[in-house]
């Protein structure tokens, strides 16, 4: 994180970011992971920051943190699912991970949550995830 321009940087180096991420995810146990620098990762790789972009990377990374529950991670996962990034275009899958984010605080998940029930008709649910 110090190098990825993230919350506690002040140094921007997406490359040393990139390499100090892998060098910790092949070298921690899949149960020190950290669901943040997983999520992180993800971002760095889906927008080609510091590497070249790898949507399938960037997919594979926000999976395994959005299964330890991180919220960013699942909604990244939801937007990837909504548009077809890496993976086929999945509007129900999307929803899932949108509710799962939102469920968890995540403020741009409960509104995409919003609109996509919205676009279901199902305005109850909508307005309960706009005003959550």
Not at 71 to 96: E, I, P, W
Not at 106 to 111: A, I, L, N, V
């Amino acid at each position: 994180v110090l190098y990825s321009g993230g919350r506690f940087s002040a140094i921007n180096d997406q490359e040393k970011a990139i390499y100090f991420f892998n060098l910790a995810h092949e070298v921690l146990p899949k149960s020190k992971e950290d669901p943040e620098a997983l999520c992180d990762l993800g971002f760095l790789y889906n927008n080609g920051l510091g590497c070249p972009k790898n949507i399938n990377l960037a997919f594979q990374y926000y999976e395994a943190s959005a299964k330890m529950g991180f919220r960013r991670a699942q909604f990244n996962l939801a937007c990837m699912y909504y548009a077809g990034s890496g993976v086929k275009s999945d509007h129900k899958t999307a929803l899932s991970f949108f509710k799962l984010s939102a469920d968890r605080g995540e403020q741009d998940g409960m509104y995409q949550t919003a609109m996509m029930y919205m676009t279901l008709n199902d305005y109850d649910n909508a307005i309960n995830y706009l005003f959550k």
